[in-house]
């Protein structure tokens, strides 16, 4: 044990005291500043967050592998416990069904506006990437993915990250090969949103909790359980109309809305890129301009 | 006397390997699982692995690797950067001044220790993290997360222990 300190710095006692201690004092104070940092100069420790997420996202994604496999057979033993079988057929065909409802409603709003301004060019549909989930990180405090799709791959900043069933959350950095999407549950994310039947906007605010919060709701609106929560296509991040989940309980303490994705079993997502830079400001505006000009 | 190359290839196995493993667990608590609910309440890993070293051999695991990993498990986790680099830091600073309580001691009484720098560290960090959002964080999942850190302690042991026994026999 102590031959190994063999090519240690030799220094007598007092002074290496001193000196460890001063450098973990350094270490301490660079910590605080990091926290600092990260709040006022976010395009630099982005950059780093990108960097080390296209460093890693090869490895993870090879760990994710078996992972994955462990996880699919957990998922199989499961179903032969429970009648699982013939319940997931029913929940994928519901959730078919409920993509047609949203498709079907989406075309309905439509149809009013085209008719209400005739001849009117409709929006070129989306370009979008599916991304493999490599990563869900964040432990007890923050929720995201990181995904094996990058700048590269067209990922851009702002995108909106949806399954079929419904929006997962957005596109908040890209490096080359890796992207990360802050989910719709994190704490740091805020939604507007409209409820589908009285049209009132709100916000949907997350806590870390499964089932987000309903924010800044107008007075007097009547919330019912198991109404359709959609993107309200407000402040510019997401187009209208995306759906996002269902109210799941109106208390005192709030309303709860149950997202229609099942989060935390997300294999693949699609970015997608509606060109709604937002308020996210310019690296989404940018790739909208490159694409614009490709055709 | 000055050490031979392989004398100081071995002692920078020493120290890398710590912090490799410690790196290693870091990639393995993020990785993608697939299992519902899992990534909400997934332990910091390399918490334990910087417990064992600063408890055993506090010279294989030294202060600016505890701050570089923390830093890692920020970057990979999307928490605050520094807040896991603090955490990390503090657990080596608190047992390094408990170690001789540990060295000698029964796995069980350990183990408890570990428990109460894991319950400690959950309470810093929630705390760092609640300033940081300007707001109270949820404490549930942060509970959920102690408890799963101490039920997987003793698997990290036998893990910590074998790499320690390949370094033992190499030098």
Redesign the interface.
Known sequence: MKARSGSDLRLSGPLRVAVQRLSLAFLVALAFGLMLLGKAETVLVERLRAGVGDTVAPVLEALSRPAAAVGEAVERVNGWLALAAENDRLREENARLLNWQTVARRIEAENRVLREQLAIVPDPGPAFVTARVVADSGGAFARSLLVAAGSTDGAIKGNAALTRAGLVGRVVEVGARSARVLLLTDLNSRIPVVLERTRARAILAGDNSRRPRLEFLPEGVEVLVGERVVTSGHAGVFPPGLPVGRVASVTDGGIRVEPFVAIDKLEFVQLLDYGLGGILGAPGARGRAERAEEP | MS?TLW??L???A?VLAPAAVAVGLA??????????????????LPIAAVFFWSTY?P??FP??VA?AV???VD?????????Y??VL?VVR?VVLSQRRYFLGKPFLFVWSGFALVAAGT?LL??A??CI??GQA??T???L??FLLAVAVYPFMTRLFLWVDGGLMQG?
Do not use: E, K, Y
């Open positions: 050490p004398q100081r071995d002692g920078l020493g990639l393995i608590g993020v990785a993608h699982t697939g299992i519902p609910g899992l990534a909400g309440i997934a332990p910091v051999r010279r294989l202060a600016p701050f923390g830093l890692l970057l990979l986790g999307g928490t605050p950067l520094g807040v680099a603090l830091l600073l959950g960090a929630w760092l993290m940081n959002a964080v949820l549930a999942p942060a959920f997360q030098s």
